[in-house]
């Protein structure tokens, strides 16, 4: 039984395990869920095999517990998707001032709230830990579900960047946004 990070009303957050690939391969392979991350483009299960899950896997290590999970219904067991919540790429080593928050469902499931139940549990999470300051997420500025659920995970618009890729996808000529929540601004209980 994979440890459990967090549950919140209705999902499961768990750590991924090595007989996860298929359960990632079916969730790549979704052009609508790839859209504004590889412009539709599946990842093949050799690759997800290969690299993807053994670095999910590695997350927990290398980030202090902090990674990304599996998202598994309460109610039927079924694999939602996944959340992460670990430091920014750009971050210097064993840094947790700052934790970026990321979530990719199943297309299945989309619209019932799971993201913005899924976030708000692991900003609470964040908070809870005194050696974080700053919960952000990132997207691309054409992505109105995720920026969306930002906001209703209590993130507010900070800026837009341009990111120089060197294989656009459609979308990408109009940037990229970074939500943010800092624990000063957190409301009040
Ligand atoms: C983004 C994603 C995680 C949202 O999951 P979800 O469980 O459907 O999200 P929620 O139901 O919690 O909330 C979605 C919100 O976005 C809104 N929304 C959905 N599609 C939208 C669109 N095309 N334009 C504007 N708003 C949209 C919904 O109406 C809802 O807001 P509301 O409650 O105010 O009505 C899901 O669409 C997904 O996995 N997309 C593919 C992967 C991805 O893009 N991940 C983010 C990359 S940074």
Redesign the pocket.
């Known amino acids: 039984m994979a440890e459990v990070f967090v549950e919140t009303g209705r999902l499961v957050l768990r750590r991924f395990e090595a007989g996860d690939a298929d359960l990632v391969t079916g969730l790549d392979s979704d052009p ?6 590889t412009g539709g483009r599946p990842t093949p299960r050799e690759q997800v095999a290969a690299t993807v899950l053994p670095r999910m896997i590695a997350s927990y290590d290398r980030y202090d517990g902090y990674g990304i999970w599996a998202a598994e219904e309460r109610a039927s067991g079924a694999f939602a ?1 996944w959340f992460h919540l670990r430091p920014p790429s750009e971050a210097p080593d064993g840094a947790l001032e700052v934790l970026e928050l ?4 199943r297309r299945a ?9 899924g976030s708000l549990a692991l900003v609470a999470t964040a908070f809870a830990d005194p050696r974080v300051h700053r919960v952000i ?4 500025a054409v ?4 920026r ?2 930002m906001e ?1 995970a209590g993130l507010r618009f900070a800026r837009s960047y341009h990111e120089s890729w060197t294989d656009p996808i459609p979308g990408a000529e109009h940037g990229e946004v970074e939500y943010a929540l800092d624990r000063a601004d957190l409301p009040t209980p």
């Open positions: 609508e869920v790839m859209r504004f991350l998707g990321g979530y990719r469902l499931v989309w619209g019932r709230g799971y993201a913005t139940e997420a990132r997207t691309m992505n109105s579900a995720s969306r659920v209703k």
